[in-house]
């Protein structure tokens, strides 16, 4: 009997010796081409019978074929069919070439990587093709289906390269599953700002000193350091004189200053031609006077909400607006990211003011809309752990639907992402808001939302009679006595209390 499995003939052989006498013999196979491909020992009395097995994996030139095999001993022979399958032996092997490399490597510069890649085996195959940084790590994947002998070139991408060592190697790899291809990169020379220390006095003079830069590259480098102000301006300079290719330098004796500095957080910036390095200057005041500032507004005749002194002033009268009333029943947008992170120093450290007072059957309640445009309030602060009703909003209009009875209706707020914020309340508390009304939609959260006592989300405390089925994701922790869940798909937070920890939606607390 003949069966082809594995990509193998396997072929059962009865062998009878007739003779009268005992004898030993070799049963060989042989191929399509009268080649011995197998071969096996048979000792057997006379009238004696046995079976022996023979098998023959045929190479890839054979796929396809059907053709007579032979099995023979010394006296005999018998021919037998083998039909052989058509991916028999068939493999494929992508072969890697780097062909090109847009060098020399430049930090935080896209790098672009060509190959070219062969598959020279005999069958189609798809393959993923990886690119291999300096340091092993792969930075970029493309799927390459290639059929038999067919060749082709892809371009890998290594995004952001950084920490590059102009005396080493640096040796990147191109790989398939079959075989890979290496290649040392240059290293372009960048001067590089690696660290600095600032402090802003009471006068309002920022002070930089310690600059630590790093050449990194094979080339000496003589660059300006320049300090830029919270808008990007240049405020001051100094020159670095030479820096050797490789060389860390600290200047100890060169300090940046930017006198008149306003009185509020912000970042600074220190650049050289190459690179740039960012930090926030806290300023320690008491929150802003609200009769001082002022909104412009839009075609649509929002508000423009461009600092956290204007965030803060939605809650009370401003210089746009007479009474607070008045303020509270406006629209309002967000322009641009807010950094809130000076908000630890107002009020005694209480932070921000909750904007929207809980005062039920009064006008006090958040009334408009507030659309963040999808920009980000950034490490705000709010440390009123004796106070209820506490979020970036405290409440908007129609938190209780017995107001007028229709769930959802009142504001909408929404499309902002609170990131890094740290609110505490005594009671209802959310981190956008405490208790709402109206629509919240398009809103995450990251950061630490606490209540000592219920009612505690990341987004929304007090949530009953407001719509917050719009695409709401917490990322925070939020710690409450008697946490609630609620369903919502699209989060992803987590809330703990002091006895255990509750793995839930995390958006609303009630």
Partial sequence: SVDFEDDTATLNVDVENVGNASGTQDIGLFNFDGALVDVSEVTLDPGETDTVTLAWAPDEEYAGETDTVKVASADDSDPATVDVNDSIALESSFEM????????????????????????????????????????????????????????????????????????DNEIAVRSEDDGDTQSVDIASQL????????????????????????VGDEELKQDIEL????????????????????????TNENLEWSDSPERTGNITVT???????????????????????????????????T????????????????????????????????????????????FVPIGAQEQNEEYEFAGDFDGQGNKIEGLHIDRMDESFVGIFASTNYFDAGQNGDVGAGSTVGSVRLVDIDVRGKTVVGGLVAAAGGT??????????????????????HGHDADLN??????ATVIGSYPACADNESSAGHRTTRARTYRC???PGS
């Fill in 470 to 475: 719009n695409r709401l994701v917490s990322r």
């Fill in 272 to 306: 050289s031609e190459d690179d740039a390095l960012e930090q926030r200057i806290l300023v320690e005041r008491d929150g802003p006077e609200c009769d001082t500032v002022s909104y412009d507004i839009d075609s649509d005749d929002y508000r423009k909400v461009e």
């Fill in 192 to 215: 590089l700002v690696r660290a600095f220390e600032a402090e802003r006095d009471a006068d309002g003079t920022v002070t930089v000193e310690n600059v630590k830069v790093e050449n």
């Fill in 97 to 168: 070439e780097i062909t090109s490399v847009d060098d020399p490597v430049e930090e935080g510069e896209p790098l672009n990587v060509y190959a070219r890649i062969e598959n020279t085996g005999g069958i189609e195959d798809t393959q993923l093709i990886a690119l291999y940084d300096v340091d092993g790590n792969v930075v970029d994947v493309r799927e390459v289906t290639l059929e038999a002998n067919e060749t082709t070139t892809r371009n890998l991408i290594w995004s952001d390269p950084a920490d590059l060592d102009p005396e080493a």
């Fill in 228 to 251: 830029l102000d919270y808008d990007g301006s240049k405020v001051d300079s100094f020159p670095t004189g030479k820096i050797e290719p490789g060389e860390t330098k600290t200047f």
């Fill in 505 to 507: 939606t995390g958006l």
């Fill in 308 to 351: 956290v002194d204007q965030l803060q002033c939605i809650e009370f009268a401003d210089a746009t607006h007479d009474t607070r009333k008045k303020s509270l029943q406006q629209d309002y947008r967000l322009y641009n990211d807010i950094d809130a992170y000076g908000t630890q120093f107002w009020n005694d450290g209480d932070g």
């Fill in 440 to 461: 919240v939609e398009n809103a995450s959260v990251d950061g630490y939302v606490e209540s000592e006592y219920q009612q505690v989300g990341g987004l929304v405390g």
